[in-house]
């Protein structure tokens, strides 16, 4: 993972209270039989979620449900996290599914040259040679590199999420230069 990169979330979303919100992972599935859940996180550190004791809890198009973390621990790749109003096994399936969040205000401020995945979605990209290719619509971690999509007119564009690719990001006009082909 590049330097540059410092935590990966998948999308900002507005918040009842208009504070926007930034999805941090979503339940996977029951954990054990004492109302545990297994969340898998979005974040490019297993265990960033355990920094924060309050979760919102819900889904894209609905409502955030405000939750204090009653415990929860890493475990390899995915979070097993206890939480309020959840006894038992039955009660923690009925969150599978859901998406956690955090206020966009509570994570850590990024040093120069690093960026949240929520704050280039949407951004539109365009090329050296002044060709607008679209928008950020999402962003793949593959392994080697992590991979923008930008849609645009025609078919989805790839593009290495790489220091000599990626140029200027201008978070107040919402642009980000590339030098890459809009044929390639």
Not at 11 to 22: H, I, N, R, Y
Not at 65 to 79: I, S
Request: proline share 5%.
């Amino acid at each position: 993972m590049p330097s540059w990169l410092s935590v990966l979330v998948h999308k900002l979303l507005p918040s009842s209270d208009s504070e926007p919100m930034v999805i941090m992972g979503r339940v996977a599935s029951a954990f054990g039989i004492r109302g545990w859940v297994k969340v898998q996180p979005f974040s490019e550190y297993v265990d960033s979620l355990l920094d924060y004791k309050t979760w919102y809890i819900g889904h894209e198009n609905g409502p955030w449900r405000e939750v204090e973390v009653v415990q929860c621990e890493a475990h390899d790749r995915t979070l097993a996290a206890q939480l309020p109003d959840c006894p038992d096994r039955n009660a923690a399936e009925k969150l599978k599914g859901f998406l956690i969040a955090v206020p966009r205000s509570s994570l850590p401020v990024q040093q120069e040259g690093e960026y949240y995945w929520a704050d280039l979605i949407g951004m539109t990209v365009i090329n050296e040679a002044g060709e607008t290719l679209g928008a950020v619509a999402e962003l793949l971690e593959t392994g080697a590199n992590d991979v923008l999509i930008v849609r645009g007119q025609g078919a989805d564009i790839l593009i290495p999420f790489l220091k000599n690719v990626v140029g200027k990001v201008d978070f107040v006009a919402k642009v980000m230069h590339v030098d890459w082909s809009a044929d390639l």
